[in-house]
T-cell receptor, first 118, second 115 residues
């Protein structure tokens, strides 16, 4: 398994500002993912972050709005830039862990960062 | 392309009663299927998964799900609800890559357990 922590756990921000969310995992992982969960909605994948390469963004998400860093195998950051109230969501990171026996690589999720933009 | 549909955004059950959460999927390849649970103010926890083999999958906390290819369904059940089962449940499908599996989630079903 993997234990994932996120900072901050929640924040209230003013529109036009930026917030950087940190994701720390207790073991080295290749694949990390960032998801958004808007109020009352399901999870939507923002991007996949691999160490040593640029993040891959899903349709509807762009690097200028959600820049991601992945400096090493245990850490990643997601920045929500130039925020508006529509960015109010829970942001979750997840990591993919490979099992020794092969087969499916399981994803483990962090506790999320609850962001409110005024 | 993949998609997941969960029927019913809210389900209310009495303590001790059967819990049934419905999930139908669409996938262009044989799917990997998952159920996750999210307790208030927490991240997602994997309940169970289907990858290959036996189509009836048992998970944690007494939950199980059955993969029915002909019905493209993966419904989640628990014979007897407990108060601690109150949470939101998400069905998800994976695009079955060797690495970097992308999960597509359903809309979620919030379960309320009445005493």
């Amino acid at each position: 398994s993997a234990v994932i922590s996120q900072k901050p756990s929640r924040d209230i921000c003013q529109r036009g500002t930026s917030l950087t969310i940190q994701c720390q995992v207790d073991s080295q992982v290749t694949m990390m993912f960032w998801y958004r969960q808007q109020p009352g909605q399901s999870l939507t994948l923002i991007a996949t972050a691999n160490q040593g390469s640029e993040a891959t963004y899903e349709s509807g998400f762009v690097i200028d709005k959600f820049p991601i860093s992945r400096p090493n195998l245990t850490f990643s950051t997601l920045t929500v830039s130039n925020m508006s109230p529509e960015d109010s969501s829970i942001y979750l990171c997840s990591v993919e862990v490979s099992w020794m026996g092969g087969g499916y690589n399981e994803q483990f999720f962090g506790p999320g960062t609850r962001l409110t933009v005024l | 392309a993949q998609s997941v549909t969960q029927l019913g955004s809210h389900v209310s059950v009495s303590e001790g009663a059967l819990v049934l959460l419905r999930c139908n999927y669409s996938s262009s390849v044989p799917p990997y299927l998952f159920w996750y649970v999210q307790y208030p103010n927490q991240g997602l926890q994997l309940l169970l998964k289907y990858t290959t083999g036996a189509t009836l999958v048992k998970g944690i906390n007494g939950f199980e799900a059955e993969f029915k290819k002909s019905e493209t369904s993966f419904h989640l059940t628990k014979p007897s609800a407990h108060m601690s089962d109150a949470a939101e449940y998400f069905c998800a499908v994976s695009d079955r890559r060797a690495a970097g599996n992308k999960l597509t989630f359903g809309g979620g079903t919030r379960v309320l357990v009445k005493p």
